[in-house]
């Protein structure tokens, strides 16, 4: 006996009540599990784990702590007053710093002098009212300034700083958040005659960066959402509607990301774009169901009558988008790079959570109020799929002129595609009046450069001076490389210089560097420990650290070519025998590293870019697999790739023929594009299998115009007002995301509606009635 296959719409609606219960319930819980989830902030996780920049980084962090330095600098003229105006309020500045909770310690002009005293106890040289000793015209504190300048105060003594160095063990991301906030409330504080003052450093870019992320996504999702219901009520003269789109936004969000914290994901830069993702897929399926149960309604159905058939008309195709939207995200999973991969999955979960959504909220909200479900503006709909048939048609009645431009069309994408470039200067993320952008210009101009980075060279046991003249002449070869001033490294420092600086008195001349370096670490514990590690007593090799500063506003190929002289110049230095000779058995333990936060954020954008083609060809490799399913036809499938692909490579490409550089979010966008935008191929490929049944391929083309062409562009007009108040966001990325997507969504939609039917004809059949 064989049985009929069930009503699943009318039996959604018939057991509304209960879905209902249950989702309310489900949301209970899964809110209080969202507030679990958590923001990791780790750079380096946004490279591949067996990447060679991240494996110094991580070396660079287990040797030295990291790199939790921030600096504060503020313009002080009377600085080098002999009389010690300047250093006295360095030294209060000092004191209000370290007792913040997460400083570790504070290098300052007024600590170096600190510094000396100890190193050369003032009594026996000066008395008791003299110059600071920073300050003094001999030959050891001459040395001391020159050593500092660029770090503690400007070459022209114009400017001072204070260079705050964080414990990485005792701050956490809320006590790096509260340090750095203190601060920030340090420098507002200060007198009118030392603004403006500046704050960065790694700490700060993290801090100012995520906190911006997480903000800007908060208030974009309650714009977006604002706007999107004014759009919905407009469109639908509904607040049924309204009340639909928000409740299933909402709640899909929440649940995703409850879902999210407990398979133990994390959120990351990546992932701030989550909300806004889930948004598209949502609103396009809601705009859909809202056109289908509306045009129920206008034939004189009831409430639920109305709700059944739209969901009998529409459900359908909105499983197929949403499984096809995760199966795209699923393929981000091949990434190298942990965050891409966790991203991928949250927004598969995403994706299949809005599927559950939708079926536990439309039947029961969808059916409530009257039968009439508003006037439709046939006038405007008709001119809407008038216009869209028209593109149609004029390409069916001058083939092969589109199929001539197609081919061109091809080849200037793929030109264009040839002609980006990287946007490695992760300061231009943010936009130009934004206070972290101004505080990082005056930095790179006043104090030699805000690109920040090391070289972590192995060491003997005990530092011989031969061992650091050897340091010394390699920072020599390192200040010599490049010849334009932004090609060049605008300060090169480490123990080496310190001790030489210390070796300018007489009287520690004739000590040994150990005996200098203890001195100096008696004063500046924390400070040179940053410099030289080791060796420690689980076995870990001594290490030593040279500091380097470059500047960050140069083209990504000065910053390679830089990075790449460095990397040379430094193996060439470690792989002679004279600097195997340091060593026991002429074994160093361990290579050297070039790393940093430069080096690091250098490669950012151009490793997530080459990553990203690898996951946006398995992407698309899945949602044609899923297009192929969904129309029963390769031949189908592939008219269903086409107007998707180009739009997306096409913005791409215009990205490189006006020279915009990519970046963060740029990067991701052809990897999340291909997920997003395919909800329409999928309607109008779903409507003409079903009105192929019967009918000829005009007919039924026809007839889905009539069905889907002004839900797709409904979908579109809304998603795009949704997406345009991201371009509103201060952080860059962000901002060029929502542009572009909006742009692709939109272009997207029109080849669905013109370049979609075309290729169906030709490939259908066109002797068909």
């Given amino acids: 006996m064989i049985f009929p296959a069930p009503d699943i719409p009318r039996l959604l609606v018939s057991n509304r009540y209960l879905l209902l219960v249950i989702a309310v319930a489900v949301f209970a819980l899964a809110w209080s599990i969202d507030q679990r989830l958590q923001f990791d902030r780790r750079i380096e996780r946004m490279f591949p784990e067996a990447d060679p920049a991240a494996q110094a980084y991580q ?9 939790e330095v921030a600096m504060l600098t503020y313009p002080n003229a009377d600085l080098f007053d002999r ?33 000396l005293t100890k190193m050369r106890p003032a009594a026996l040289f000066f008395a008791a009212d003299s110059t600071p000793q920073i300050l003094a015209d001999d030959s050891l504190a001459t040395a001391f300034r020159e050593l500092f300048a660029g770090y503690t105060h400007s070459d022209d003594g114009d400017y001072a700083a204070l260079v705050v160095m964080l414990d990485p063990q005792r701050t956490t991301v809320d006590g790096q958040d509260a340090a750095v906030a203190g601060l920030r409330e340090i420098a507002a504080t200060l007198p009118a005659e030392h603004q403006p003052a500046s704050l960065v450093g790694e700490p700060v870019l993290v801090s100012e960066g995520f906190s911006m992320v997480q903000a800007d996504g908060r208030r974009l999702g309650l714009v977006t959402l604002s706007l999107l219901s004014v759009a919905m009520f407009v469109m639908f003269r509904s607040l049924r509607w309204v009340l639909v789109q928000v409740v299933v936004i909402c709640w899909s969000v929440v649940c995703t990301r409850a879902l999210v914290a407990l398979v133990g994901l994390q959120l990351t830069l990546v992932s701030s774009m989550l909300t806004a993702v889930v948004t598209v897929i949502a609103v396009a399926s809601i705009i859909h169901l809202a056109v289908a149960d509306r045009n129920a309604r206008l034939r004189g159905r009831s409430g639920l009558e109305a709700t059944v058939l739209g969901l009998r008309g529409v459900l359908r195709p909105i499983a197929w988008a949403c499984l096809t939207d995760a199966v795209g995200f699923a393929a981000l999973s091949v990434s190298d ?27 029961g909200l969808a059916s409530i109020g009257p039968a009439g479900g508003g006037s439709r503006p046939r006038q405007t709909n008709r001119r809407v799929r008038h216009a ?13 002129i589109a199929l001539a431009a197609l081919v061109l069309l091809t080849i200037g994408i793929s030109l264009g595609l040839g002609r980006l470039t990287i946007e490695t200067n992760f ?47 390699l920072e020599d070869r390192l200040r010599a490389i490049g010849d334009q001033p932004d090609a060049r490294l605008s300060k090169v420092f480490s123990i080496a210089d310190a001790d030489e600086a210390a070796s300018s008195s007489p009287l520690l001349a004739i000590a040994p560097p150990s005996l200098r370096i203890a001195g100096m670490r008696a004063s500046m514990p924390y400070f040179i420990d940053a410099l030289v590690a080791g060796p420690s007593t689980d076995g ?20 390679q070519q830089l990075i790449a002289s460095v990397r040379q110049t430094v193996g060439e230095h470690t792989a002679s025998d004279r600097w195997k000779a340091f060593f026991e058995e002429g074994r160093p333990a361990g290579d050297p590293q070039v790393t940093g936060y430069y080096v690091l954020l250098t490669g950012l954008v151009s490793g997530l870019v080459a990553d990203q083609w690898i996951c946006f060809g398995v992407a698309s490799l899945g949602v044609f697999g899923m297009l192929w399913i969904v129309a029963r036809s390769l031949k189908l499938a592939v008219c269903g790739m086409l107007p998707n692909m180009l739009p997306i490579l096409g913005v791409l490409a215009l990205l490189g023929y006006w020279g915009t550089p990519v970046n963060l979010g740029t990067a991701m966008i052809a990897a999340v594009s291909i997920g997003i935008s395919i909800d329409g191929s999928i309607h109008f490929l779903c409507a003409y299998r079903r009105h192929r049944i019967g009918h000829g391929v005009q007919r039924s083309i026809a007839s889905v115009y009539q069905t889907v062409g002004i839900a ?58």
């Fill in 83 to 115: 009389s010690g105006a300047g250093l006295k309020l360095q030294r209060e500045l000092t004191q209000r710093i370290e007792a913040l909770p997460g400083v570790a310690s504070v290098l300052s002009l007024a600590k170096v002098d600190v510094a």
């Fill in 540 to 559: 870990k090799p001594a290490m030593l650290r040279m500091m380097i500063r470059s500047s960050e506003q140069v083209p990504a190929e000065t910053k």
């Fill in 59 to 67: 070396q660079l962090k287990e040797t030295f702590g990291g790199n």
């Fill in 712 to 769: 797709v562009i409904l979908a579109t007009l809304s998603l795009t007002i949704g997406f345009s108040t991201l371009a509103t966001s201060p952080f860059i990325p962000t901002a060029t995301f929502g542009v572009l997507v909006s742009i692709t969504l939109v272009v997207s939609s029109i080849a669905n509606l013109t370049l979609l039917p075309f290729m169906i004809r030709i490939v259908d059949g066109t002797g068909s009635r």
């Fill in 427 to 473: 300061i231009r993320n943010f936009r130009a009046d934004h206070p972290l952008a101004i505080d990082y210009r005056i930095v790179e101009s006043d104090l030699g450069g805000a690109g920040v980075w090391d070289v972590l060279l192995p060491a003997p046991d005990l530092l011989s001076s031969e061992y650091l003249a050897s340091v010394r002449e």
């Fill in 388 to 400: 869209m048939y028209a593109g149609y048609h004029w390409l069916t009645l001058h083939r092969r």
């Fill in 337 to 363: 790079v942990g965050p891409i991969r966790d991203f991928g999955w949250m927004m598969a979960i995403g994706a299949l959570v809005v599927l559950v959504a939708i079926v536990l909220f439309v039947p």
